[in-house]
């Protein structure tokens, strides 16, 4: 009998383990997770993007038994998932697992929200499903070892289809031949082109949102019998020999110790409404920030992890005068100069007012980034800064463990507190408490309470 495929093993996976058996502290990790992403989801209710959202994804007609974040609209399960994937990864708030470079809670629980909802699955069940995809979107992403990001492609754009597939194949019941023919079938959709790097285009918001449509459709052809490859993944011209043009890829993480071992615990959560390449260096120019004082900053270098720079610093040219708050996002320049000047980086900080700032504007231009010969990175996104001040003073800080992140990772408290903050910015304040119980509680709801108490008032 042929050795099991990665993807039977993930499916096998899927379909076996039971919530009981996952670890507390995974568990546990998991609903603040979820807290949080639907916190994000809430507050891009109140943005641009957010309601060209809805209103596209309506226009289109047709309705359903499905809750959208935030409004009183109900739509099919793949439009709900859709736009609720986009409204959870639009401010690019959401979490990272660092060593995968990509965004778990986004890959998943945009499914786990419209299928639990339409099927009338318990709040144990919509977990379960959660972790399926998540740790299986995590797994892809840690055998590719930051490939995606090198050719080209965004990470969580591509893993978020079959980390969809996973979730929606446990939450249909679906068999491992079935589970695993989903991920077959959603590999011929897996995409996610890192283009919007140019013009802080919006496409990057859609991605998980298209992976999650892509998840759907896939695990309801599996469930009919339509028929996928086995080797989605590491097949001539599967998704890694398509994909990654030589990059080197391992198998070993995609499925060894399925169910041992939760990859997904060690996922961060941003304390920054910016690219997580940013966070050790915002950390870095915080801390310096009251030693700074009156003096004025002459000279500002910048050290970050070199895989990460032409992501997040090049071209210079382009980087040092964002004009939107997803170029303002994805700058080293910009936020290292308005954390330096500022003490903070927070969601009230990607206001126009905020990228108007022309003291901040003007230091942007003279931070300068390098590679980061101290990086712990992808470990930790590590980051340094030294300032170079008037009075000739040269203050120097370099973090290793980003905020967030390892031992610094928040604690159910602020996972609350930055709920709070999110969900504030587009729904009351009791409203916001009740879905914060909910979720802390989510083996004792079910999922249309949970979405039912989502939706607009």
């Known amino acids: 009998m042929p050795e099991a495929t990665p993807a039977q093993r993930i499916a096998q996976f899927a379909t076996e383990f039971r919530l009981a058996e996952v670890p507390e502290a995974v568990r546990l990790r998991a609903k603040l997770h979820i807290l949080d992403g639907l916190g994000l989801g809430l507050a891009s209710t109140v943005q641009t993007y957010g309601r060209s959202a809805v209103e596209g994804v309506t226009a289109m007609g047709g309705t359903g038994d499905c809750s959208v974040i935030g409004h009183r609209a109900r739509l099919a399960p793949r439009d709900a998932a859709l736009v609720n994937a986009i409204l959870i990864h639009g401010l690019d708030f959401d979490d990272t697992h660092l060593a995968s470079i990509i965004h778990p809670t986004c890959t998943s629980l945009p499914v786990a929200l ?24 995590i797994r892809i992403g840690l055998a590719v070892d930051g490939g995606f990001h090198h050719v080209g492609y965004h990470a969580t754009g591509v893993v978020s289809h079959f980390a969809s597939a996973v979730t929606a194949g446990r939450l249909l019941g679906l068999s491992p031949e079935q589970i695993t023919a989903a991920q077959g079938i959603t590999g011929s959709t897996a995409s996610g082109i890192q283009v919007f790097l140019e013009e802080g285009a919006w496409t990057k918001r859609f991605h998980p949102g298209w992976g999650a449509v892509a998840g759907i459709t896939a ?85 970050l992890a070199q895989p990460t720079l032409h992501i997040i610093a090049e071209p210079a040219e382009a980087k040092e005068r964002p004009t939107t708050d997803y170029e303002a996002k994805f700058s080293a320049q910009f936020v290292v100069a308005y954390c330096l000047l500022r003490g903070r980086f927070g969601l009230p900080d990607l206001l126009p007012e905020a990228l108007a700032d022309a003291e901040v504007r003007d230091l942007a231009l003279r931070v300068k980034c390098h590679e980061d010969p101290d990086t712990a990175f992808p470990t930790f996104f590590s980051g340094g800064v030294t300032v170079t001040l008037d009075d000739g003073r040269v203050l120097n800080r370099h973090v290793r463990v980003n905020s967030g992140a390892g031992e610094r990772a928040m604690d159910a408290g602020a996972v609350a507190d930055k709920f709070l903050a999110s969900a504030s910015l587009a729904i009351p304040a009791t409203q916001a408490e009740r879905i914060r119980d909910a979720v802390l509680a989510l083996e004792e709801v079910t999922a249309a309470e949970l979405m039912a108490l989502l939706r607009a008032e």
Do not use: N
């Open 219 to 303: 695990a309801y052809l599996a469930r009919s019998g339509f028929k996928g490859p086995t080797r989605p993944y590491e097949g001539k011209f599967g998704l890694f020999d398509t994909h990654l043009h030589g990059e080197a890829t391992k198998l070993a993480p995609l499925s060894d110790d399925l169910g041992q071992v939760w990859h997904f615990g060690e996922t961060a959560l941003k304390p920054y409404p910016v690219c997580h390449f940013i966070h050790g260096c915002a950390d870095a120019a915080i801390d310096l920030h009251a030693e700074i004082g009156s003096a004025k900053i002459v000279k500002v270098d910048a050290f």
């Open 114 to 137: 419209a299928l639990g909802e339409t099927l009338g699955a318990s709040g144990k069940d919509l977990l379960a499903a959660f972790l399926a995809g998540a740790e299986t979107g």
